[in-house]
């Protein structure tokens, strides 16, 4: 076993006093820790890296890092796949039932049903045009000044696109409490 050796500090100095001498004044070679040396020298040679990399190579700065962020970010944002100019028609017996039950939920029959203050629905008459585009146009903007609430808040587009259809496939002919007569042109 090894027996530990004890040093007192007359020992230590006459071990790491360095040979030289200067009016009495002495040195000792008492070096940091090796591990402060490494991250001491690593931190030097980690900055030559860096200097090239960034001011000779002119690698990304953190502006150009951020901007390539917020441009893929952006790109994988869930894209509004269609707007009132190449909405299509959905015949679909899903699509059809949740446009229905949008119909009622979101209070569509209170006015264009129940009452006359809005347009009848299921007649060939219509005010803005009966194509997908248009009929999805006043549901989601609405027309304020007549007193048709937008609907773009408390719709998705998916969902106005489902009552877009519910509207001209299935209320079309459908009987209903609306009396009101024809409003607007006549479209076939
Ligand atoms: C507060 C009453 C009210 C509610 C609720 C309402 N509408 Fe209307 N809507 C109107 C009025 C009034 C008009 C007529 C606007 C005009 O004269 O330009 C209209 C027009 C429309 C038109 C155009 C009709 C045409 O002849 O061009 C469509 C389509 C329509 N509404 C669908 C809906 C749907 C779908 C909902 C439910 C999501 C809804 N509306 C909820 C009052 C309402």
Redesign the pocket.
């Known amino acids: 076993m090894a027996t530990e050796e004890k040093y007192d500090q007359e020992t230590i100095n006459s071990k790491l006093m360095i040979d030289h001498d200067y009016d009495g004044i002495k040195e000792l070679d008492n070096p940091p820790p090796p591990w402060l040396m490494l991250i001491f020298y690593g931190t030097i040679i980690w900055s030559v890296f860096y200097l090239f990399y960034y001011h000779v190579f002119d690698g990304p700065t953190q502006e150009d890092e951020y901007n390539t962020e917020m441009a893929e970010a952006k790109a994988n944002m869930p894209k509004n796949v269609f707007d009132e100019n190449n909405i299509v028609l959905l015949s679909d017996a899903a699509s059809l039932a949740e446009g229905e039950k ?2 009622a939920s ?3 029959d ?3 049903g129940a009452t006359n ?3 009848n ?1 299921t007649d060939e ?5 009966n194509k997908v585009g248009e ?1 999805f146009k ?2 989601k903007y609405g ?1 304020a000044e ?4 937008p ?1 773009k808040g408390q ?1 998705t587009d998916k969902q106005i696109q489902q ?1 877009t259809s519910y ?1 001209l496939v299935k209320m079309k002919g459908a009987a209903t409490a609306n009396t009101k007569g024809p ?2 042109d006549k479209y076939e």
């Open positions: 949008l119909f979101k209070a569509c209170a006015c264009h203050i809005g347009p629905l008459y219509w005010i803005h045009g009929v006043v549901i027309v007549k007193g048709m609430t609907f719709m009552v509207i409003q607007g």
